[in-house]
């Protein structure tokens, strides 16, 4: 069984910097590409970075220069690096892997950019 497992997240300062992590079990990790979404109550949910298993990034819009997506393949953990945040960027974050034919998601952590 797969399960993604996030931790950090919280309230920052704009301008600020927070760390997201996801540990994941039940897959081969090193083999998988990883997702980071973000949803805003109200709005669909949208993609933030991606991972390639060959460790190939790729950035939304936004975020690009300040977030940076990054994976352990021996802690089998995806991290977010998110820096310069903005009060744009506030959003529940989900981590996220296609494996077995469907999409497992992680439980999702509340980013609050804020003064």
């Known amino acids: 069984q797969v399960h993604l497992v996030q931790s950090g997240g919280g309230l920052v300062q704009p301008g600020g910097s927070l760390r997201l992590s996801c540990a994941a079990s039940?897959?081969?990790?090193?083999?998988?590409?990883l997702k980071w979404y973000r949803q805003v109550a109200g709005k669909e949910r949208e993609l933030v970075a991606n991972?390639?298993?060959?460790?190939?990034?790729n950035y939304a819009d936004s975020n690009k220069g300040r977030f940076t997506i990054s994976r352990d393949n021996v802690r089998n953990t995806l991290y977010l690096d998110m820096n310069s945040l903005k009060p744009e960027d506030t959003a529940v974050y989900y981590c996220?892997?296609?494996?077995?034919?469907?999409?497992?998601w992680g439980q999702g952590t509340q980013v609050t950019v804020s003064s």
């Open positions: 996220s892997t296609f494996a077995y034919g469907r999409n497992f």
């Open positions: 039940g897959i081969n990790f090193k083999l998988y590409a």
């Open positions: 991972i390639t298993s060959g460790h190939e990034r």
